[in-house]
């Protein structure tokens, strides 16, 4: 402070008059140029990010006219199998199937007609996996006649019924050539599983 | 300050800086000064380009908030195709496993020799499914893991000499059964098809009060083999197309 005090008048004012203008730079810098530098970066960012979503979002719409014929094959692809899954008739799979074959049946001539259900066989599950798993519900046909109204009836089915699969086959012979006690099971599409887990927790 | 001339030297010893002086007390506000200014317009271009991305997000902002509804229904069916492609590669899985065997049975008939009795045709069931995790602690699988299904079929049945089931087991080696029957005869392979499980005399006695012979053989089957076939190349296609046309 000894040596400003030594200072000539008009040095000393030269000295706080640079002090003063330096302190506004300063501040300039520190409240102005610097936040907006750094606004500015935040913006360019913000900027990049939105360009980089809108060419994402452009990029889709584009694909829109794709997507929705793609859905339609897909929708055209899965409705035969949907079609030919089978639903229970007042709560019986059974009955359901009776309802599909008693008429293949009739038609190759068998005797005596049951039908029982087996428990549902899951499906190997394809990767990624669906929501929306199917199964594999057997239902066992019993029955009685020859050896060719049993082809015959096998027969119908495998072409009438194109998604429903032939699982196992028993034939038994008995006295009677005409009178061949057969178990058939055949494999019928169902819905199973939801993959979704449950919010109550377990599985759908 | 011993002159010759009468010289007024305003310079004191101390402010002789450079050999062009300025003093200092001149330069350094005026060096304050330039720097404010540079700050000043420093911050201006910088508020400037400030503005000017603003205005641009807020424009790129509108823009895709007009989009966004849009692109929200492309992004559902984008998912919904998705899950339904996943759920179609299921369903082709279990189309690909589908073996038939109704034309088999009956063609069976037409080559079943005279002396041929069957009393039983089998082709058994799978075994129960078990898809708890090794342990049996956790989480059931949601499905196998293996995609592949063993099938077999058995056949057994009387007969009064040896020849006529050998003709059988002749017959079932035509193309007509091999689609569905696997026939292995290499005695050194691991699984050999058919497999004569049983050929001896039969306990009771015929009509005619001979005995007759007793026969269990198991085929092995064209397996269940749960996988998605392989897309058909888009020339094949065509060409299976014209094809069909022409018939």
Redesign the interface.
């Given at each position: 402070m000894k040596s400003i005090s030594q200072m000539a008048p008009?040095?000393q004012?030269?000295?706080f008059?640079?002090l003063a203008?330096?302190a506004?730079?300063v501040v300039?810098?520190m409240f102005?140029?610097q936040p907006?530098?750094e606004?500015?970066e935040r913006?360019?960012q913000?900027?990049e990010q939105?360009?980089s979503?809108?060419q994402v979002?452009?990029r889709?719409?584009r694909?829109?006219a794709k997507?929705?014929v793609?859905?339609e094959e897909?929708?055209a692809?899965?409705s035969p199998?949907q079609e030919a899954m089978l639903t229970p008739l007042l709560e019986s799979w059974a009955m359901r199937a009776k309802s599909k074959l008693d008429l293949f049946a009739a038609e190759a001539g068998l005797l005596n007609v049951d039908y029982s259900e087996l428990?549902v066989?899951?499906?190997?599950?394809?990767k990624?996996?669906?929501?929306?798993?199917?199964a594999?519900r057997?239902i066992k046909v019993s029955c009685r006649g020859s050896?060719?109204e049993i082809?015959s009836f096998?027969?119908r089915?495998?072409?009438e019924l194109?998604?429903v699969?032939?699982?196992?086959?028993?034939?038994?012979?008995q006295q009677d050539p005409e009178m061949q006690r057969s178990d058939i099971?055949f494999e019928w599409?169902v819905k199973g599983?939801s993959?979704v887990p449950d919010p109550k927790g377990g599985r759908k | 300050m011993k002159s010759s001339r009468l010289h007024l030297n305003l310079l004191r010893d101390s402010e002789k800086l450079s050999s062009s002086p300025v003093r200092l007390r001149v330069m350094l506000p005026v060096m304050s000064l330039l720097a404010c200014a540079g700050c000043l317009v420093w911050w201006a271009m910088l508020a400037t380009q400030l503005l000017l991305v603003k205005t641009q997000v807020s424009s790129l902002q509108d823009d895709i908030a007009g989009k966004e509804k849009d692109h929200a229904n492309i992004l559902a069916q984008m998912t919904e195709a998705r899950e339904k492609q996943a759920q179609l590669d299921q369903l082709e899985m279990y189309s690909a496993a589908r073996n038939l065997y109704g034309g088999m049975f009956a063609r069976l008939a037409e080559v079943m020799p005279i002396r041929v009795q069957l009393t039983k045709i089998d082709i058994p069931d799978q075994p129960p499914q078990n898809l708890l995790p090794p342990g049996g602690k956790g989480k059931p699988a949601w499905g196998p893991t293996g995609t592949v299904e063993r099938m077999s079929m058995r056949l057994m049945g009387r007969t009064t000499k040896e020849t006529p089931v050998l003709s059988l087991m002749e017959s079932l080696e035509a193309p007509e059964f091999t689609n569905v029957l696997v026939v292995v005869k290499d005695p050194r392979a691991p699984d050999v098809s058919p497999k004569v499980h049983s050929f001896r005399q039969d306990g009771t006695t015929a009509e005619e009060g001979s005995r007759l012979l007793l026969f269990d053989i198991e085929y092995r089957c064209r397996p269940r083999v749960f996988e998605k076939a392989p897309a058909q190349p888009a020339g094949n296609a065509a060409d299976k197309a014209k094809g069909d046309k022409k018939k």
């Amino acid at each position: 402070m000894k040596s400003i005090s030594q200072m000539a008048p008009n040095a000393q004012r030269s000295f706080f008059v640079t002090l003063a203008i330096a302190a506004v730079a300063v501040v300039l810098y520190m409240f102005a140029v610097q936040p907006c530098g750094e606004s500015l970066e935040r913006a360019k960012q913000t900027l990049e990010q939105l360009k980089s979503k809108k060419q994402v979002i452009d990029r889709d719409l584009r694909e829109s006219a794709k997507i929705k014929v793609r859905l339609e094959e897909l929708d055209a692809a899965i409705s035969p199998y949907q079609e030919a899954m089978l639903t229970p008739l007042l709560e019986s799979w059974a009955m359901r199937a009776k309802s599909k074959l008693d008429l293949f049946a009739a038609e190759a001539g068998l005797l005596n007609v049951d039908y029982s259900e087996l428990p549902v066989r899951a499906l190997p599950v394809p990767k990624p996996l669906p929501k929306q798993l199917f199964a594999r519900r057997p239902i066992k046909v019993s029955c009685r006649g020859s050896y060719a109204e049993i082809v015959s009836f096998l027969m119908r089915v495998e072409k009438e019924l194109p998604y429903v699969s032939m699982q196992s086959f028993r034939l038994d012979a008995q006295q009677d050539p005409e009178m061949q006690r057969s178990d058939i099971v055949f494999e019928w599409l169902v819905k199973g599983e939801s993959t979704v887990p449950d919010p109550k927790g377990g599985r759908k | 300050m011993k002159s010759s001339r009468l010289h007024l030297n305003l310079l004191r010893d101390s402010e002789k800086l450079s050999s062009s002086p300025v003093r200092l007390r001149v330069m350094l506000p005026v060096m304050s000064l330039l720097a404010c200014a540079g700050c000043l317009v420093w911050w201006a271009m910088l508020a400037t380009q400030l503005l000017l991305v603003k205005t641009q997000v807020s424009s790129l902002q509108d823009d895709i908030a007009g989009k966004e509804k849009d692109h929200a229904n492309i992004l559902a069916q984008m998912t919904e195709a998705r899950e339904k492609q996943a759920q179609l590669d299921q369903l082709e899985m279990y189309s690909a496993a589908r073996n038939l065997y109704g034309g088999m049975f009956a063609r069976l008939a037409e080559v079943m020799p005279i002396r041929v009795q069957l009393t039983k045709i089998d082709i058994p069931d799978q075994p129960p499914q078990n898809l708890l995790p090794p342990g049996g602690k956790g989480k059931p699988a949601w499905g196998p893991t293996g995609t592949v299904e063993r099938m077999s079929m058995r056949l057994m049945g009387r007969t009064t000499k040896e020849t006529p089931v050998l003709s059988l087991m002749e017959s079932l080696e035509a193309p007509e059964f091999t689609n569905v029957l696997v026939v292995v005869k290499d005695p050194r392979a691991p699984d050999v098809s058919p497999k004569v499980h049983s050929f001896r005399q039969d306990g009771t006695t015929a009509e005619e009060g001979s005995r007759l012979l007793l026969f269990d053989i198991e085929y092995r089957c064209r397996p269940r083999v749960f996988e998605k076939a392989p897309a058909q190349p888009a020339g094949n296609a065509a060409d299976k197309a014209k094809g069909d046309k022409k018939k």
